[in-house]
């Protein structure tokens, strides 16, 4: 089954608003990463979160990470028309390598300008 | 000086016909995927190679045969395609070990009529 499912499916918010969107998974994880997919594109990667941390930063970018609840949320801060994408969280297994990631079903956004 | 290229972006092709979509990294990654993304944007790993050695097949059809010559390159070949073989198949890469995120093809979109 799957293991990580986005929340909400979509989100439209106005420029220069900050976009929070969240991610829940089924099993232990060694890491968890943000992903973001323009229309017609490959997968860009954002932002990787150990599981022994809780909060990270990259630019406009803010992820967090609670394991007891098996939850993690991106917030991206004054959005620009260019977010707009569908972003994707994506877990890998403990006690494993990189050797498979497993998605979430996305969050499409859209940035009114 | 494209990381993950591969080819072709597009392909339309007849049910029943064989066909196979080239990928390959310039990062000196060791291990390369093959990811399957269907119509609702759901995203499933289906190969997993690391220095040209399959350590993942998802329960993949046998039509699918993934070949890698060299770590740099995964190519996919399809036989006997059919009208659920339609989606767009993505090629990324890693290191297998540490924590990293993966680099991205931009995708070949695969047409069966």
């Known amino acids: 089954s799957q293991q990580g499912e986005e929340d909400p499916q979509a989100l439209s918010i106005q420029e220069g608003e900050n976009a929070t969107m969240n991610c829940s998974y089924k099993?232990?994880?060694?890491?968890l990463q943000w992903y973001r997919q323009n229309s017609g594109r490959g997968l860009v990667h954002l932002i990787l979160?150990?599981?022994?941390?809780r909060e990270k930063h990259s630019g406009r970018l803010r992820v967090t990470l609670d394991t007891s609840k098996k939850s993690s949320s991106l917030l991206i801060t004054a959005s620009r028309a260019a977010d707009t994408a569908s972003y994707f969280c994506a877990t890998g297994r403990p006690g494993f390598g990189n050797e498979k990631l497993t998605f979430g079903t996305g969050t499409r956004l859209t940035i009114i300008p | 000086d494209t990381a993950v290229s591969q080819t072709p972006k597009y392909l339309v092709t007849q049910m029943g016909n064989d066909k196979s979509i080239k990928c390959e990294q310039n990062?000196?990654?060791?291990?390369m995927y093959w990811y399957k993304q269907d119509s609702k944007k759901f995203l499933k790993i289906m190969f997993s190679?690391?220095?040209?050695?399959?350590?993942i097949n998802e329960t993949v059809p046998n039509r699918f045969s993934p070949k890698s010559p060299d770590k740099a390159h995964l190519n996919l070949h399809i036989n006997s395609l059919e009208l659920g073989d339609s989606a767009v198949y993505f090629c990324?890469?890693?290191?297998?070990?540490?924590?990293?995120?993966?680099?991205f093809g931009s995708g070949t979109r695969l047409t069966v009529v």
């Open positions: 990324a890469s890693s290191h297998l070990t540490g924590n990293y995120g993966y680099t």
């Open positions: 990062l000196g990654h060791d291990t």
């Open positions: 099993t232990s994880i060694n890491n």
């Open positions: 190679y690391n220095n040209k050695e399959l350590i």
């Open positions: 979160i150990r599981s022994n941390e």
